[in-house]
């Protein structure tokens, strides 16, 4: 047995900017888990720099490698490692690649799609865009493109002092598609009055308008604003989905299965928002093909309920390392149908955007 860690960079086709800054390309980590004849493979989530969150790729390679992969040599279940890793405190996401490697491969050894294997019950899903920020008239033009394609829902980055600017003219332009914003922690609870100003735009929801890892300021915001709330950064396991849903600190819940720690605690967190009224999307992190299919496995779940951001990779890199990258048809996309993830490397393009790579074990 032999797992294998890469860290491969490949280029966006356009900037994405959100409130954080600009990203020009995605630095990703892959995990590689060879078995006798199985081979699994997942994605961690995190970048460069600790901004979404307080990991980055440098403490994720080192919790990968020092802590979690340890547990994982005798293959125990996803749930068995979820209990173990739960011992470390924090550090989702490096916990999430490891228990998302064992959802593959225990899903491959049993010849199952992994969508099927986590009790999935969708044959397709329907897809949301996320749009970065960029001047008025290049947002435009994407929306407009991505309304051509067929896409279900269009969530636009925003940042405080830009969000009339933003919000006004793609709703002057798109009276009446599915829109959404997502600030990403950028205004305070000092700015309810301009958090108030939002409401004019009909959204069908506001994305993690406060701190990244507040609950109580958004229960309170939630009382004063009608625009829904959805909690992405916020949410980090099941029992701060369930706090939330009891304080009314918002009625949407935006789920990345590498933020939450991998595909066992999502699916909880799907649940006990369904349970409370609310209502459940999958959200995505530019991962590349290999992180995008674990994404739209979940999306499968039968509680979640609004379209997310699994765009086809073609919208965002102009090569993946994969050969059969998720197509969109009608505003929807099919899940892999091959065991596990399902997905096949393109071997070529991921030798040519690997940057170092190192043996586990």
């Known amino acids: 047995m032999e797992l294998r860690i890469f860290n491969i960079r490949i280029p966006f086709l356009y900037p994405f900017t959100t409130s954080f800054g600009t990203e020009h390309a995605r630095d990703a980590l892959i995990l590689e888990l060879r078995d006798g004849d199985i081979t699994a493979y997942s994605e961690c989530v995190t970048s460069t720099r600790p901004d979404y969150g307080y990991e980055d790729n440098s403490t994720a390679l080192h919790l990968i490698r020092d802590v979690f992969a340890p547990m994982i040599k ?31 491969y225990h899903s491959k050894a049993k010849g199952m799609p992994l969508h099927k294997y986590m009790g999935g019950t969708k044959e397709h899903i329907d897809v949301g865009l996320s749009v970065g920020m960029d001047s008025i008239p290049r947002m ?4 407009e493109d991505a309304l051509n394609a067929g ?29 959404t914003a997502d600030a ?9 009055e301009l958090i108030k100003s939002i409401d004019r735009y009909n959204l069908q929801y506001l994305e993690q308008p406060l701190n990244f890892d507040d609950l109580i300021y958004h229960s309170r915001l939630a009382k004063e604003i009608s625009t829904p709330i959805c909690l992405d950064e916020s949410i980090t396991s099941p029992e701060k989905a369930q706090k939330a849903m009891e304080i009314g600190a918002c009625s949407v819940i935006n789920i990345k299965p590498g933020r939450i720690g991998g595909l066992t605690d999502s699916m909880e967190v ?71 993830i399902g997905v ?16 586990i074990f």
């Not at 068995?80 to 999430?96: L, Q, Y």
């Not at 435009?140 to 929306?143: D, G, M």
Request: proline share 6%; with cysteine; charged share 30%.
């Open 74 to 104: 005798e293959l125990p279940s996803p749930q068995e490692f979820n209990a173990m890793g739960k011992k470390v405190k924090g550090d989702n996401m490096a916990r999430g690649a490891v228990e998302m490697l064992l959802w593959d």
């Open 140 to 143: 435009e033009k994407r929306i």
């Open 151 to 179: 896409y279900r829902r269009i969530k636009v980055k925003i940042e405080k002092g830009k969000e009339k600017e933003i919000l006004g003219a793609v709703r002057d332009r798109f009276p009446e598609i599915v829109l």
């Open 184 to 192: 990403n922690s950028c205004y305070s609870i000092h700015d309810i």
């Open 270 to 340: 799907a649940s006990i928002c369904r349970r409370n009224g609310g209502h459940v999307w999958v959200g995505g992190m530019l991962e590349t093909g290999v992180g995008r299919s674990f994404n739209v496995a979940m999306a499968c779940n039968p509680n979640v309920d609004y379209p997310g951001d699994t765009a086809p990779n073609s919208r965002y890199f102009e090569h993946d390392i994969v050969t059969n990258p998720f197509v969109m048809k009608d505003g929807s996309i099919a899940p892999n149908r091959g065991p596990g």
């Open 344 to 359: 096949n490397i393109d071997y070529g393009e991921f030798v040519r955007r690997t940057e170092s790579s190192a043996r």
